[in-house]
RNA sequence: GUCCCCAUCGUCUAGAGGCCUAGGACACCACCCUUUCAAGGUGGCGACACGGGUUCGAAUCCCGUUGGGGACGCCA
Protein backbone atom coordinates (compact mmCIF):
# COMPACT_ATOMS: atom_id res chain seq x y z
CA UNK A 1 0.00 0.00 0.00
CA UNK A 2 1.13 3.65 -1.35
CA UNK A 3 1.57 5.47 1.81
CA UNK A 4 -0.28 9.01 1.46
CA UNK A 5 0.11 11.92 4.06
CA UNK A 6 -1.70 15.11 4.07
CA UNK A 7 -1.10 18.32 5.32
CA UNK A 8 -4.64 20.35 6.05
CA UNK A 9 -4.40 23.89 6.84
CA UNK A 10 -7.28 26.43 7.52
CA UNK A 11 -6.04 29.13 5.85
CA UNK A 12 -6.98 31.63 8.48
CA UNK A 13 -3.28 33.05 8.94
CA UNK A 14 0.16 32.78 7.75
CA UNK A 15 1.66 29.61 8.23
CA UNK A 16 3.64 29.09 11.77
CA UNK A 17 6.25 27.44 12.93
CA UNK A 18 3.17 24.60 14.24
CA UNK A 19 2.10 24.01 11.12
CA UNK A 20 5.22 24.19 9.26
CA UNK A 21 6.38 21.15 11.54
CA UNK A 22 3.12 19.00 10.94
CA UNK A 23 4.07 19.71 7.02
CA UNK A 24 7.44 18.62 7.37
CA UNK A 25 6.71 15.35 8.95
CA UNK A 26 3.93 14.68 6.77
CA UNK A 27 6.26 15.28 3.41
CA UNK A 28 9.25 13.18 5.45
CA UNK A 29 6.85 10.31 6.15
CA UNK A 30 5.75 10.40 2.65
CA UNK A 31 9.29 10.87 1.19
CA UNK A 32 10.41 8.38 3.67
CA UNK A 33 8.38 5.82 2.39
CA UNK A 34 8.18 6.75 -1.49
CA UNK A 35 4.71 7.91 -1.29
CA UNK A 36 2.92 10.76 -1.75
CA UNK A 37 2.42 14.41 0.02
CA UNK A 38 -0.76 15.87 -0.38
CA UNK A 39 -2.20 19.75 0.42
CA UNK A 40 -5.44 20.06 1.32
CA UNK A 41 -7.15 23.61 2.02
CA UNK A 42 -9.21 23.60 4.98
CA UNK A 43 -11.53 26.34 4.01
CA UNK A 44 -14.84 25.32 4.35
CA UNK A 45 -15.02 28.86 6.93
CA UNK A 46 -15.45 31.43 4.35
CA UNK A 47 -15.83 33.84 6.60
CA UNK A 48 -12.23 33.25 8.26
CA UNK A 49 -10.52 31.82 5.19
CA UNK A 50 -8.92 34.23 2.79
CA UNK A 51 -6.46 34.40 -0.11
CA UNK A 52 -4.09 35.84 1.04
CA UNK A 53 -3.54 33.15 3.44
CA UNK A 54 -3.82 30.41 1.07
CA UNK A 55 -1.06 32.19 -0.80
CA UNK A 56 0.91 32.48 2.48
CA UNK A 57 0.62 28.65 3.28
CA UNK A 58 1.86 28.16 -0.24
CA UNK A 59 4.98 30.49 -0.29
CA UNK A 60 5.45 28.90 3.25
CA UNK A 61 5.76 25.30 2.01
CA UNK A 62 7.62 26.76 -1.33
CA UNK A 63 10.57 28.32 1.07
CA UNK A 64 10.66 25.25 3.39
CA UNK A 65 11.56 23.51 0.92
CA UNK A 66 8.34 20.89 1.07
CA UNK A 67 6.70 20.33 -2.65
CA UNK A 68 3.70 18.28 -2.90
CA UNK A 69 2.48 15.56 -5.39
CA UNK A 70 -1.00 16.72 -6.66
CA UNK A 71 -2.71 19.09 -7.12
CA UNK A 72 -4.42 20.76 -3.47
CA UNK A 73 -7.39 20.13 -2.70
CA UNK A 74 -9.56 22.93 -1.67
CA UNK A 75 -12.48 21.51 1.19
CA UNK A 76 -15.24 23.94 0.55
CA UNK A 77 -15.38 22.67 -3.37
CA UNK A 78 -16.49 19.31 -1.37
CA UNK A 79 -19.39 20.46 -0.29
CA UNK A 80 -22.12 18.30 -2.41
CA UNK A 81 -20.15 15.44 -1.73
CA UNK A 82 -19.95 15.62 1.93
CA UNK A 83 -23.60 16.41 1.96
CA UNK A 84 -24.50 13.54 -0.01
CA UNK A 85 -22.62 11.35 2.45
CA UNK A 86 -24.39 12.99 5.19
CA UNK A 87 -27.60 12.16 3.34
CA UNK A 88 -26.52 8.78 2.99
CA UNK A 89 -26.20 7.93 6.71
CA UNK A 90 -29.11 9.75 7.57
CA UNK A 91 -31.08 6.62 4.83
CA UNK A 92 -29.25 4.28 6.60
CA UNK A 93 -29.93 5.07 9.75
CA UNK A 94 -26.92 5.67 10.94
CA UNK A 95 -27.51 9.35 11.14
CA UNK A 96 -30.64 11.58 12.32
CA UNK A 97 -32.31 15.00 12.25
CA UNK A 98 -31.83 17.28 15.26
CA UNK A 99 -34.31 19.77 15.85
CA UNK A 100 -32.66 21.66 18.72
CA UNK A 101 -32.54 25.27 18.58
CA UNK A 102 -29.39 27.09 19.78
CA UNK A 103 -30.80 28.38 23.14
CA UNK A 104 -31.94 24.31 23.86
CA UNK A 105 -27.70 23.45 22.77
CA UNK A 106 -26.68 26.15 25.40
CA UNK A 107 -29.15 24.94 28.41
CA UNK A 108 -27.27 21.58 27.67
CA UNK A 109 -23.87 22.75 27.75
CA UNK A 110 -24.40 25.17 30.83
CA UNK A 111 -26.15 21.67 32.23
CA UNK A 112 -23.10 19.36 31.53
CA UNK A 113 -20.92 21.83 33.24
CA UNK A 114 -22.76 22.61 36.31
CA UNK A 115 -23.37 19.02 36.78
CA UNK A 116 -20.30 16.85 36.96
CA UNK A 117 -18.33 18.96 33.91
CA UNK A 118 -19.15 16.37 31.50
CA UNK A 119 -17.25 16.80 28.30
CA UNK A 120 -20.65 14.80 26.93
CA UNK A 121 -22.38 17.56 26.18
CA UNK A 122 -25.68 16.63 23.66
CA UNK A 123 -28.12 14.48 25.48
CA UNK A 124 -28.98 12.70 22.16
CA UNK A 125 -33.02 13.94 22.80
CA UNK A 126 -33.61 14.07 18.90
CA UNK A 127 -31.81 10.55 18.42
CA UNK A 128 -34.93 7.88 18.72
CA UNK A 129 -37.71 10.90 18.50
CA UNK A 130 -40.13 10.26 16.21
CA UNK A 131 -39.68 12.36 13.28
CA UNK A 132 -43.20 13.63 13.82
CA UNK A 133 -42.03 15.93 16.58
CA UNK A 134 -40.57 17.88 14.63
CA UNK A 135 -40.99 21.52 15.58
CA UNK A 136 -42.35 23.40 12.53
CA UNK A 137 -40.25 26.62 11.17
CA UNK A 138 -36.90 24.55 12.69
CA UNK A 139 -34.19 23.63 9.91
CA UNK A 140 -32.51 20.34 11.36
CA UNK A 141 -28.67 20.03 12.02
CA UNK A 142 -27.60 16.07 11.35
CA UNK A 143 -26.10 14.05 13.82
CA UNK A 144 -24.15 10.80 13.67
CA UNK A 145 -25.30 8.49 15.53
CA UNK A 146 -22.37 7.50 18.29
CA UNK A 147 -21.88 4.07 20.38
CA UNK A 148 -23.55 4.51 23.98
CA UNK A 149 -21.76 2.04 25.07
CA UNK A 150 -17.72 0.32 25.28
CA UNK A 151 -15.28 2.15 24.61
CA UNK A 152 -12.82 3.08 21.84
CA UNK A 153 -9.31 2.39 21.15
CA UNK A 154 -7.31 4.46 19.15
CA UNK A 155 -3.87 2.88 18.00
CA UNK A 156 -1.61 5.73 17.70
CA UNK A 157 1.51 5.63 16.22
CA UNK A 158 3.15 8.35 18.08
CA UNK A 159 0.39 7.94 21.84
CA UNK A 160 -0.26 4.74 21.69
CA UNK A 161 -3.20 2.82 22.76
CA UNK A 162 -5.30 5.52 23.77
CA UNK A 163 -8.95 5.01 25.26
CA UNK A 164 -11.94 6.85 25.81
CA UNK A 165 -14.82 5.15 26.93
CA UNK A 166 -17.85 6.08 24.61
CA UNK A 167 -20.25 7.91 27.07
CA UNK A 168 -17.87 10.93 27.12
CA UNK A 169 -18.54 10.68 23.26
CA UNK A 170 -21.89 12.80 22.00
CA UNK A 171 -23.38 12.85 19.24
CA UNK A 172 -22.15 15.64 16.91
CA UNK A 173 -23.34 17.23 14.06
CA UNK A 174 -22.03 16.65 10.66
CA UNK A 175 -24.51 18.58 8.57
CA UNK A 176 -25.63 21.91 9.66
CA UNK A 177 -28.54 23.30 9.66
CA UNK A 178 -28.62 25.39 6.65
CA UNK A 179 -27.27 22.30 4.72
CA UNK A 180 -23.20 22.78 5.19
CA UNK A 181 -20.71 20.10 6.15
CA UNK A 182 -18.97 20.47 9.43
CA UNK A 183 -14.84 19.71 9.67
CA UNK A 184 -15.56 16.64 11.46
CA UNK A 185 -17.27 15.49 8.09
CA UNK A 186 -15.57 17.30 5.61
CA UNK A 187 -12.62 15.87 7.18
CA UNK A 188 -13.43 12.00 7.28
CA UNK A 189 -15.09 12.29 3.59
CA UNK A 190 -12.02 13.75 1.79
CA UNK A 191 -9.42 11.83 3.96
CA UNK A 192 -11.24 8.74 2.54
CA UNK A 193 -11.53 10.32 -0.76
CA UNK A 194 -7.72 11.47 -1.26
CA UNK A 195 -6.81 8.17 -0.13
CA UNK A 196 -4.54 9.37 2.92
CA UNK A 197 -3.31 6.62 4.72
CA UNK A 198 -1.93 8.37 7.36
CA UNK A 199 -2.63 11.10 9.46
CA UNK A 200 -0.19 12.98 10.87
CA UNK A 201 -1.28 16.34 13.07
CA UNK A 202 -1.32 17.93 16.25
CA UNK A 203 -2.43 16.32 19.21
CA UNK A 204 -4.87 19.24 19.70
CA UNK A 205 -6.47 16.47 17.22
CA UNK A 206 -6.56 13.81 19.76
CA UNK A 207 -9.71 14.15 20.46
CA UNK A 208 -11.37 14.24 17.16
CA UNK A 209 -9.84 11.56 16.76
CA UNK A 210 -12.46 9.01 18.45
CA UNK A 211 -14.79 11.17 16.86
CA UNK A 212 -14.16 10.53 13.26
CA UNK A 213 -12.97 7.01 14.03
CA UNK A 214 -16.44 6.32 14.43
CA UNK A 215 -17.70 8.55 11.36
CA UNK A 216 -15.35 6.14 9.20
CA UNK A 217 -16.85 3.59 10.54
CA UNK A 218 -20.11 4.25 9.87
CA UNK A 219 -19.21 4.85 5.97
CA UNK A 220 -17.81 1.61 6.06
CA UNK A 221 -14.72 2.75 5.52
CA UNK A 222 -11.05 2.10 6.65
CA UNK A 223 -9.84 4.80 9.57
CA UNK A 224 -6.28 5.49 8.00
CA UNK A 225 -3.32 5.55 10.87
CA UNK A 226 -3.10 8.32 13.11
CA UNK A 227 -0.12 10.13 14.72
CA UNK A 228 -0.32 12.75 16.36
CA UNK A 229 1.98 15.00 17.90
CA UNK A 230 2.51 17.02 20.20
CA UNK A 231 2.66 21.13 20.05
CA UNK A 232 4.84 23.06 20.36
CA UNK A 233 4.89 25.37 22.87
CA UNK A 234 6.17 28.83 23.59
CA UNK A 235 9.32 29.73 26.14
CA UNK A 236 6.41 29.43 28.77
CA UNK A 237 5.44 26.10 28.38
CA UNK A 238 1.71 26.80 26.60
CA UNK A 239 0.74 26.73 23.10
CA UNK A 240 2.45 29.05 20.58
CA UNK A 241 0.61 31.97 19.85
CA UNK A 242 0.43 35.27 19.05
CA UNK A 243 1.28 36.19 22.23
CA UNK A 244 4.77 34.32 22.15
CA UNK A 245 5.67 36.57 19.15
CA UNK A 246 4.90 33.63 17.10
CA UNK A 247 5.72 34.13 13.65
CA UNK A 248 4.78 33.08 10.35
CA UNK A 249 7.68 31.07 8.33
CA UNK A 250 7.90 33.52 5.68
CA UNK A 251 8.94 36.06 9.08
CA UNK A 252 11.55 33.77 9.39
CA UNK A 253 12.92 34.08 5.81
CA UNK A 254 12.95 37.69 6.51
CA UNK A 255 15.44 37.56 9.19
CA UNK A 256 17.49 35.74 7.36
CA UNK A 257 16.86 32.16 8.72
CA UNK A 258 17.90 29.52 6.01
CA UNK A 259 15.29 26.92 5.05
CA UNK A 260 17.67 24.09 5.64
CA UNK A 261 18.09 25.48 8.82
CA UNK A 262 14.39 25.85 9.86
CA UNK A 263 14.35 22.20 8.49
CA UNK A 264 16.80 20.97 10.67
CA UNK A 265 15.30 23.22 14.19
CA UNK A 266 12.15 21.78 13.41
CA UNK A 267 12.92 17.73 12.88
CA UNK A 268 15.01 17.65 15.53
CA UNK A 269 11.89 19.37 18.04
CA UNK A 270 9.89 16.12 19.37
CA UNK A 271 12.14 14.01 16.82
CA UNK A 272 15.80 12.61 16.89
CA UNK A 273 17.83 10.19 16.31
CA UNK A 274 20.37 9.08 18.69
CA UNK A 275 23.02 12.48 19.49
CA UNK A 276 22.66 13.57 16.29
CA UNK A 277 21.99 16.86 15.88
CA UNK A 278 23.27 18.33 12.36
CA UNK A 279 20.85 16.02 9.86
CA UNK A 280 20.22 17.37 6.28
CA UNK A 281 17.40 16.71 4.55
CA UNK A 282 18.31 13.54 2.86
CA UNK A 283 19.47 12.07 6.04
CA UNK A 284 16.24 12.84 7.52
CA UNK A 285 14.19 11.44 4.63
CA UNK A 286 16.42 8.27 5.12
CA UNK A 287 15.94 8.52 8.97
CA UNK A 288 12.59 9.85 9.74
CA UNK A 289 10.32 7.37 11.31
CA UNK A 290 7.11 8.30 13.77
CA UNK A 291 8.90 5.68 16.68
CA UNK A 292 10.96 8.06 17.41
CA UNK A 293 8.52 11.06 17.83
CA UNK A 294 8.75 12.23 21.51
CA UNK A 295 5.08 12.43 23.26
CA UNK A 296 6.17 15.59 25.17
CA UNK A 297 5.64 18.99 23.81
CA UNK A 298 8.43 20.87 23.05
CA UNK A 299 9.67 24.66 23.54
CA UNK A 300 10.52 27.06 20.81
CA UNK A 301 14.03 28.31 21.45
CA UNK A 302 15.37 31.13 19.19
CA UNK A 303 19.41 30.65 19.91
CA UNK A 304 18.91 27.07 19.03
CA UNK A 305 17.52 27.93 15.15
CA UNK A 306 20.15 30.16 15.29
CA UNK A 307 23.03 28.48 16.32
CA UNK A 308 21.79 26.02 13.32
CA UNK A 309 21.57 28.53 11.49
CA UNK A 310 24.81 30.04 11.34
CA UNK A 311 25.67 26.56 11.30
CA UNK A 312 24.50 26.92 7.51
CA UNK A 313 25.66 29.63 6.49
CA UNK A 314 29.41 28.69 7.40
CA UNK A 315 28.71 25.39 4.93
CA UNK A 316 26.38 27.47 2.37
CA UNK A 317 26.96 27.71 -0.86
CA UNK A 318 29.08 31.50 -1.73
CA UNK A 319 27.60 31.49 -5.22
CA UNK A 320 23.77 31.04 -3.20
CA UNK A 321 24.68 33.69 -0.38
CA UNK A 322 26.23 36.06 -2.61
CA UNK A 323 23.12 35.86 -4.68
CA UNK A 324 21.07 36.79 -1.22
CA UNK A 325 23.26 39.39 -0.17
CA UNK A 326 23.08 41.05 -3.43
CA UNK A 327 19.29 40.93 -3.42
CA UNK A 328 19.04 42.14 -0.06
CA UNK A 329 21.81 44.86 -0.65
CA UNK A 330 19.78 45.90 -3.76
CA UNK A 331 17.84 49.33 -3.14
CA UNK A 332 18.93 49.05 0.38
CA UNK A 333 20.79 52.04 0.23
CA UNK A 334 21.29 55.24 -1.68
CA UNK A 335 24.87 54.18 -1.93
CA UNK A 336 25.78 52.50 -5.94
CA UNK A 337 27.52 49.10 -5.47
CA UNK A 338 31.09 48.53 -6.76
CA UNK A 339 30.96 46.67 -9.96
CA UNK A 340 33.43 44.21 -8.32
CA UNK A 341 30.53 43.60 -5.55
CA UNK A 342 29.64 40.09 -7.22
CA UNK A 343 32.97 39.11 -7.66
CA UNK A 344 34.30 39.75 -4.25
CA UNK A 345 31.67 38.83 -2.53
CA UNK A 346 31.69 35.16 -4.21
CA UNK A 347 35.29 35.41 -2.69
CA UNK A 348 34.54 36.92 0.54
CA UNK A 349 31.32 35.29 1.56
CA UNK A 350 32.99 32.60 3.16
CA UNK A 351 34.92 34.38 5.58
CA UNK A 352 32.03 36.31 6.33
CA UNK A 353 29.88 34.01 6.56
CA UNK A 354 31.29 32.02 9.90
CA UNK A 355 30.75 35.39 11.75
CA UNK A 356 27.09 35.84 10.75
CA UNK A 357 24.20 33.95 12.32
CA UNK A 358 21.23 35.53 9.76
CA UNK A 359 21.19 36.22 5.76
CA UNK A 360 20.69 39.77 7.42
CA UNK A 361 23.59 40.05 9.98
CA UNK A 362 25.24 38.48 6.70
CA UNK A 363 24.68 41.42 4.34
CA UNK A 364 25.20 43.93 6.94
CA UNK A 365 29.16 42.79 7.20
CA UNK A 366 29.11 42.67 3.68
CA UNK A 367 28.76 46.46 3.28
CA UNK A 368 32.66 46.16 3.66
CA UNK A 369 32.91 44.21 0.20
CA UNK A 370 30.07 45.67 -2.02
CA UNK A 371 31.10 49.83 -1.95
CA UNK A 372 34.33 51.41 -3.37
CA UNK A 373 36.12 53.85 -1.93
CA UNK A 374 35.91 56.34 0.34
CA UNK A 375 34.22 54.40 3.04
CA UNK A 376 32.02 55.20 6.12
CA UNK A 377 34.14 54.74 9.10
CA UNK A 378 32.53 54.06 12.24
CA UNK A 379 33.80 55.85 15.47
CA UNK A 380 36.40 52.72 16.67
CA UNK A 381 38.04 53.21 13.13
CA UNK A 382 38.14 56.92 13.23
CA UNK A 383 39.83 56.52 16.40
CA UNK A 384 42.34 54.18 15.00
CA UNK A 385 43.26 56.34 12.43
CA UNK A 386 43.15 59.76 13.77
CA UNK A 387 46.91 59.32 15.16
CA UNK A 388 49.37 61.03 12.56
CA UNK A 389 52.09 58.12 13.50
CA UNK A 390 49.69 55.44 12.41
CA UNK A 391 48.61 57.30 9.04
CA UNK A 392 51.93 57.43 8.52
CA UNK A 393 52.79 53.81 8.88
CA UNK A 394 50.11 53.07 6.54
CA UNK A 395 51.73 55.55 4.26
CA UNK A 396 54.64 53.17 4.69
CA UNK A 397 52.90 50.06 3.72
CA UNK A 398 50.67 51.77 1.20
CA UNK A 399 54.22 51.95 -0.62
CA UNK A 400 55.34 48.50 0.05
CA UNK A 401 51.87 47.08 -0.89
CA UNK A 402 52.03 48.90 -4.46
CA UNK A 403 55.35 47.38 -5.29
CA UNK A 404 53.88 43.56 -4.68
CA UNK A 405 53.62 41.40 -7.81
CA UNK A 406 51.87 38.92 -6.20
CA UNK A 407 48.56 39.57 -4.35
CA UNK A 408 47.28 37.05 -2.93
CA UNK A 409 47.32 36.07 0.86
CA UNK A 410 49.96 34.17 1.82
CA UNK A 411 51.93 36.71 -0.10
CA UNK A 412 50.41 39.72 2.10
CA UNK A 413 50.74 38.06 4.91
CA UNK A 414 54.16 37.77 4.61
CA UNK A 415 55.06 41.17 3.64
CA UNK A 416 52.63 42.72 6.24
CA UNK A 417 54.59 40.81 8.95
CA UNK A 418 58.04 41.71 7.46
CA UNK A 419 56.96 45.38 7.42
CA UNK A 420 55.80 45.38 11.39
CA UNK A 421 59.33 43.21 12.09
CA UNK A 422 61.07 46.10 10.26
CA UNK A 423 60.14 48.68 12.03
CA UNK A 424 60.10 47.10 15.06
CA UNK A 425 56.11 46.69 15.91
CA UNK A 426 53.96 44.37 16.87
CA UNK A 427 51.49 43.42 14.03
CA UNK A 428 48.69 44.43 15.72
CA UNK A 429 49.95 47.97 15.51
CA UNK A 430 49.83 47.57 11.82
CA UNK A 431 47.09 45.44 11.49
CA UNK A 432 44.22 47.37 13.31
CA UNK A 433 44.72 50.57 11.62
CA UNK A 434 45.13 48.67 8.76
CA UNK A 435 42.18 47.57 9.43
CA UNK A 436 40.14 50.76 10.14
CA UNK A 437 41.52 51.91 6.71
CA UNK A 438 40.27 49.23 4.73
CA UNK A 439 37.08 48.02 5.98
CA UNK A 440 36.07 51.00 8.19
CA UNK A 441 35.57 49.18 11.15
CA UNK A 442 37.59 47.89 13.83
CA UNK A 443 35.81 44.16 13.15
CA UNK A 444 36.27 42.45 10.61
CA UNK A 445 37.21 38.88 8.84
CA UNK A 446 41.30 38.38 8.70
CA UNK A 447 42.74 41.52 7.19
CA UNK A 448 45.44 39.63 4.84
CA UNK A 449 41.94 37.88 3.23
CA UNK A 450 40.33 41.06 3.15
CA UNK A 451 43.08 42.74 0.53
CA UNK A 452 43.03 39.42 -1.40
CA UNK A 453 39.31 39.84 -2.01
CA UNK A 454 39.52 43.50 -2.26
CA UNK A 455 42.71 43.38 -4.95
CA UNK A 456 45.45 45.76 -4.98
CA UNK A 457 43.65 48.72 -7.04
CA UNK A 458 40.58 48.59 -4.45
CA UNK A 459 43.09 48.22 -1.05
CA UNK A 460 45.76 50.86 -2.33
CA UNK A 461 42.44 53.20 -2.91
CA UNK A 462 40.92 53.09 0.43
CA UNK A 463 44.77 53.37 1.90
CA UNK A 464 44.95 56.69 -0.18
CA UNK A 465 41.73 57.74 1.33
CA UNK A 466 42.35 56.65 5.04
CA UNK A 467 45.61 58.48 5.35
CA UNK A 468 44.96 61.35 3.34
C1' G B 1 -15.31 21.00 36.17
C1' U B 2 -14.99 16.50 32.73
C1' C B 3 -12.06 13.72 29.29
C1' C B 4 -7.25 12.86 27.01
C1' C B 5 -1.97 13.45 26.92
C1' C B 6 2.74 14.52 29.11
C1' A B 7 6.89 14.67 33.03
C1' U B 8 15.63 13.49 32.34
C1' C B 9 20.28 19.70 32.92
C1' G B 10 17.36 26.75 31.82
C1' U B 11 16.07 24.69 26.52
C1' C B 12 16.10 20.45 22.68
C1' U B 13 17.10 15.57 23.75
C1' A B 14 19.98 10.21 24.40
C1' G B 15 18.27 6.44 27.49
C1' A B 16 13.56 0.73 25.63
C1' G B 17 15.97 -3.17 33.90
C1' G B 18 22.22 -3.79 35.02
C1' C B 19 26.57 -0.47 29.69
C1' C B 20 24.27 5.61 34.03
C1' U B 21 29.09 8.24 39.80
C1' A B 22 22.85 9.61 33.49
C1' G B 23 25.48 10.91 27.39
C1' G B 24 25.10 14.79 23.40
C1' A B 25 23.57 19.72 21.58
C1' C B 26 22.06 25.02 22.49
C1' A B 27 22.72 28.83 26.09
C1' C B 28 26.12 30.43 30.04
C1' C B 29 31.28 30.67 32.36
C1' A B 30 36.72 29.89 32.04
C1' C B 31 41.01 28.86 29.36
C1' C B 32 43.65 27.96 24.59
C1' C B 33 44.33 29.73 19.57
C1' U B 34 44.75 34.83 17.71
C1' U B 35 45.98 41.10 13.80
C1' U B 36 40.07 42.56 15.62
C1' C B 37 35.46 39.98 15.84
C1' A B 38 33.87 35.46 15.10
C1' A B 39 34.76 30.43 14.19
C1' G B 40 37.41 26.33 16.32
C1' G B 41 39.61 23.49 20.54
C1' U B 42 39.66 22.17 25.89
C1' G B 43 37.28 22.30 30.48
C1' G B 44 33.28 23.87 33.87
C1' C B 45 28.18 24.71 35.61
C1' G B 46 23.80 21.91 35.22
C1' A B 47 18.58 17.06 35.28
C1' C B 48 16.04 11.45 36.15
C1' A B 49 9.11 16.10 39.86
C1' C B 50 7.58 13.45 44.54
C1' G B 51 5.85 8.99 47.17
C1' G B 52 4.89 4.00 47.16
C1' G B 53 5.49 -0.72 44.97
C1' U B 54 7.64 -4.92 41.41
C1' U B 55 12.82 -6.78 41.04
C1' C B 56 18.97 -9.32 43.23
C1' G B 57 18.93 -4.50 40.62
C1' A B 58 14.84 0.98 38.14
C1' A B 59 15.69 7.25 34.79
C1' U B 60 13.69 2.88 32.49
C1' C B 61 7.87 -1.45 34.61
C1' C B 62 3.10 -0.63 37.86
C1' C B 63 0.07 2.57 41.16
C1' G B 64 -0.77 7.19 43.45
C1' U B 65 0.35 12.45 44.25
C1' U B 66 1.86 16.94 42.34
C1' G B 67 2.83 19.86 38.24
C1' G B 68 2.15 21.11 33.08
C1' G B 69 -0.43 20.88 28.47
C1' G B 70 -4.53 19.87 25.15
C1' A B 71 -9.77 19.09 24.10
C1' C B 72 -14.69 19.93 25.52
C1' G B 73 -18.95 24.88 19.11
C1' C B 74 -24.43 24.16 13.96
C1' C B 75 -14.89 26.94 14.37
C1' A B 76 -11.32 24.29 11.99
Redesign the pocket.
Known sequence: MTVVTRF???P?GFLHIGGARTALFNWLYARHHGGEFTLRI????L???TDEAIAAIFHGLEWLGLDWDREPVF?SRNADRHRAVAEQLLAEGKAYR?????E??AEM?EN???????????DGRWRDRDPADAPAG????IRIKMPLTG?TTIA?MV???????ND?L?D??I????G?????L??VVDDHDMGVTHTIR???????A??QHHLFAACSWETPKFA?I??I?G???????KRHGALGVEAYAEMGILPAAMRN?LL???????????IATEQAIEWFDL??V????????M??????N??YL?NGDPAALTADVMARAGGATGKSLSPDAEARLVAGVP?LA????TLVELSEISSLYLYDAPLEMNE?AQAALADPEARARLSALADALENLKLWDEAEL?RL??EFAETHDL???Q???P??AAL?G??????????MAVLGQVETLARLAHATA
Request: aromatic share 6%.
Open positions: APSTEDTDKRSQCYCAPELRARTSGGSTRIYIDPADDQGEVTRTTDFILRSDTPTYMAVGDDHLNNFRHPLHADGTKLSYRLGWSHGDDEIDSGRSPARFDDRLLNLAHKGQRANKDVRKLGVAQLRTSNVSPGIFEV
